[in-house]
């Protein structure tokens, strides 16, 4: 087995892991706090308007845009960071049949794996700063995962040399 399939077979089973254990911790000690806080904001943004307190209705409704915004990123790193890992699993498989260099099947399982871990943790990184720091992770990460699946596809395309 090649060290670029290697790579790939492991660090995808190793990334799914990785995001099913996240998805567990978040269960088990986060996520039932974060539907708490956004059923009990919405719950007090919807009596703040029949009540006709507008100032308590919109701080209620700014606190769960904001709880909802966290919990949806968590949520959606956990599944990202498995589905990911999926795809490099299937990669690794038909590594063999691309037709590239082992140098290069290498640079690529490496940009992929690379992409695939900081794409989920740039977004991950938004729900603690909304700056630009966490923002230019997920999109190196994005990036990095487009360029490696779009070169794979290209490999795959490709007839291999002679």
Do not use: C
């Amino acid at each position: 087995m090649s060290g670029a399939r290697r790579l790939l077979l492991t660090g995808g089973i190793v990334l799914a892991l990785w995001g099913m254990s996240y998805g567990l911790w978040y269960a088990v000690f986060a996520e039932h706090q974060a539907l708490e806080e956004i059923g009990s904001s919405l719950a007090r943004g919807f009596s703040g308007a029949a009540a006709r307190n507008i100032a308590l209705a919109e701080a209620s409704l700014r606190q769960y845009q904001q709880a909802k915004y966290v919990y949806d990123r968590q949520v959606d790193v956990h599944g990202h960071w498995i589905g990911l890992a999926m795809v490099l699993v299937v990669a690794g498989i038909g590594l063999d049949r691309l037709a590239f260099s082992e140098r290069i099947k290498m640079l690529l399982s490496v940009t992929a794996l690379l992409g695939s871990f900081l794409f989920p943790l740039g977004v991950l990184l938004q729900t603690l700063n909304r700056g630009n720091g966490p923002r230019a992770v997920a999109i190196l990460g994005s990036a990095l995962i487009i360029a490696a699946l779009g070169t794979f596809a290209l490999g795959f395309a490709r007839k291999p040399a002679a």
